[in-house]
Nanobody
Framework: QVQLVESGGGLVQPGGSLRLSCAAS????????MGWYRQAPGEQRELVAA???????DYADSVKGRFTISRDNAKNTMYLQMNSLKPEDTGVYYC????????WGQGTQVTVSS
């Protein structure tokens, strides 16, 4: 199983930007479709951005045009560039396979507030 560690979250004002990173252990990272999931307070976890092993991407309507997912298979790393952040983007962000399997990491907290 690939071990995943998220980082890069924080407190940002509405309209601001953050870049999340996901470091993966294991050489098989490159074969998986991967995604960023978000769990807002009191809500179920949802997939907000996904990327195939070949680099094709897809986004939830709520983040389309504002978030960009990317991956560097040589570095076993995935990123989520988040621009024009809104308060409703607040939540814990997780990187995981698509579809997910195994246990989840701790995620990284993103708080958008003035």
């Amino acid at each position: 199983q690939v071990q995943l560690v998220e980082s890069g979250g924080g407190l940002v004002q509405p309209g601001g930007s953050l870049r999340l990173s996901c470091a993966a252990s294991g050489s098989i990272f490159s074969i998986y479709a991967m995604g960023w999931y978000r769990q807002a307070p009191g809500e179920q976890r949802e997939l907000v951005a996904a990327i195939t092993s070949g680099g094709n991407t897809d986004y939830a309507d709520s983040v389309k045009g504002r978030f960009t997912i990317s991956r560097d298979n040589a570095k076993n790393t995935m990123y989520l560039q988040m621009n024009s952040l809104k308060p409703e983007d607040t939540g814990v962000y997780y990187c995981k396979e698509v579809p997910p399997f195994g246990s989840w990491g701790q995620g990284t907290q993103v708080t958008v507030s003035s």
